[in-house]
């Protein structure tokens, strides 16, 4: 099980809006996350089962997808949104590889 | 709010045992899985292992038989030991809790601890 995000940088200007993907090499139906890491704090959960928003994130936030492509879209770039996003399943086991390896998304 | 703290040694000498806790409040460990998640200064995320509140466990085979994961459900306390570490252990460490009732989204997480293996 690979999970594959692209891609691994992002510049994208504040007000705009930024599309990041995972891909997964075999499906996973809907049940996909996504987090946000910024420097020196934990992942926090943004998305699960592919496009429901945890709790308190805000609605610029939004997740699209299943199967083996996923989207994670961004609109309106505030300043605290650049930072790295992962993507993870938890539909195949073992769980060992169910984290891609992040999009760092950057201030152009 | 279920809030996670992981605690433990800040540095560790080659060949030694790493061991750290997670301390959780405000929820029980009970009817919950629990990973434990590590991140290399610069990298991405690896999966160490996972356990249920009732003391399942399983493991990363790259890590298998050199890490034990254990649950204190009276303490409400999660456990890792890493055994004969190297530099390459060096990483933040997170205990993290899955999603209510089975092995999904990973909803809280510590704010992670960071080991440095070195003598």
């Known amino acids: 099980m690979v999970m594959t995000q692209s891609p691994a940088t992002l510049s994208v200007s504040p007000g705009e809006s930024a599309t990041l993907s995972c891909r997964a090499s075999?499906?996973?139906?809907?049940?996909l996350a996504w987090y946000q890491q910024k420097p020196g704090q934990a992942p926090r959960l943004l998305i699960y089962g592919a496009s429901t928003r945890a709790t308190g994130i805000p609605a610029r936030f939004s997740g699209s997808g299943s199967g083996t492509e996923f989207t994670l879209t961004i609109s309106s770039l505030q300043s605290e949104d650049f930072a790295v996003y992962y993507c993870?399943?938890?539909?195949?086991?073992?769980?060992?590889?169910?984290f891609g390896q992040g999009t760092k998304l950057e201030i152009k | 709010q279920v809030q996670l703290q992981e605690s433990g040694p800040g540095l560790v000498k080659p060949s030694e045992t790493l061991s750290l806790t997670c301390t959780v409040s405000g929820g029980s460990i009970s009817s919950y899985y629990w990973s434990w998640i590590r991140q290399p200064p610069g990298k991405g995320l690896e999966w160490m292992g996972y356990?249920?509140?009732?003391?399942?466990?399983d493991y990363n085979p790259s890590l298998k038989s050199r890490v034990t994961i254990s649950v204190d459900t009276a303490k409400n306390l999660l456990s890792l030991n890493l055994r004969s570490v190297t530099a390459a252990d060096t990483a933040v460490y997170y205990c993290a809790r899955h999603s209510a009732g089975w092995f999904g989204e990973l909803t809280n997480w510590g704010q992670g601890t960071l080991v440095t293996v070195s003598s």
């Open positions: 993870h399943q938890y539909n195949n086991w073992p769980p060992w590889d169910s």
């Open positions: 356990i249920y509140g009732s003391g399942s466990a």
């Open positions: 075999q499906s996973v139906s809907s049940n």
